[in-house]
């Protein structure tokens, strides 16, 4: 949840206990999520675009998913599609898609592609949905306040298309936030497998060494940060 100038969103939600295989290893919000602005969508794989936490949503709240991934969608209220460089405005913030390099598909559809977010306000902030590293986060944003580095996947390792903590801490080397924060790991984890605290750790270690101006703050699911 991103709280910025009055408006508040949503990234990749998932509102429940459990979904395929994998199981919400905290609790879910103890009370409702309430005058939400809009839900960003980075991709359409279902631990990110996970339609029952959408409709769970108030009727209306808009939902921000990469052009051409509209299909899974449908049948909500309001979709409003973006394309990478494209933006949209909620207020006094504005909502621009950015370059991920992460392939996304779900049963009968394959979105052409997968993104990030830029959210700009008082405040810039990235989010980076599922992303390899590329080196054109250099030139993402100038003057991040804020960087959501994925850092994990569902595995004992990740495949290309993530970032692991080596990955992460170069990714935060080329965006140069103020302050960077873990994301992707700690919520979720397949049926046999517990969650670990390594991963943040071991990038703040990393990141610390690549991008030591970088203030890097980690997070338990369900913490809040106020910058």
Do not use: C
């Amino acid at each position: 949840m991103l709280e910025l100038d009055g408006v508040r969103l949503l990234t990749d939600p998932v509102l429940r206990k459990r979904i395929l295989h994998l199981r919400r290893r905290v609790p879910l919000p103890a009370e409702p999520l309430t005058e939400l602005t809009a839900a960003l969508i980075s991709h359409v794989h279902y631990d990110h675009l996970d339609l029952p936490s959408l409709r769970s949503l108030a009727p209306g709240v808009p939902v921000v998913v990469p052009r051409g991934s509209r299909r899974p969608v449908r049948r909500l209220a309001d979709v409003r599609e973006l394309g990478v460089g494209e933006e949209i405005r909620f207020g006094e913030v504005s909502v621009r898609a950015t370059p991920a390099e992460h392939r996304s598909a779900r049963v009968l559809h394959r979105s052409p592609t997968s993104v990030g977010y830029v959210i700009s306000g008082s405040r810039r902030i990235y989010f980076a949905g599922d992303t390899d590293l590329f080196p054109e986060m250099a030139d993402i944003a100038e003057s991040l306040d804020l960087a959501l580095v994925p850092v994990a996947g569902w595995g004992a390792k990740v495949g290309p298309g993530h970032l692991d903590p080596e990955r992460a801490a170069r990714a935060v080397q080329l965006l140069r936030p103020r302050t960077a924060v873990p994301i992707h790991w700690g919520t979720l984890s397949p049926a046999h497998r517990e969650t670990s605290d390594e991963p943040p750790r071991t990038f703040r270690e990393l990141a610390a060494h690549l991008a030591p101006e970088v203030e890097v703050r980690i997070l338990a699911p369900g913490e809040m940060l106020r910058f």
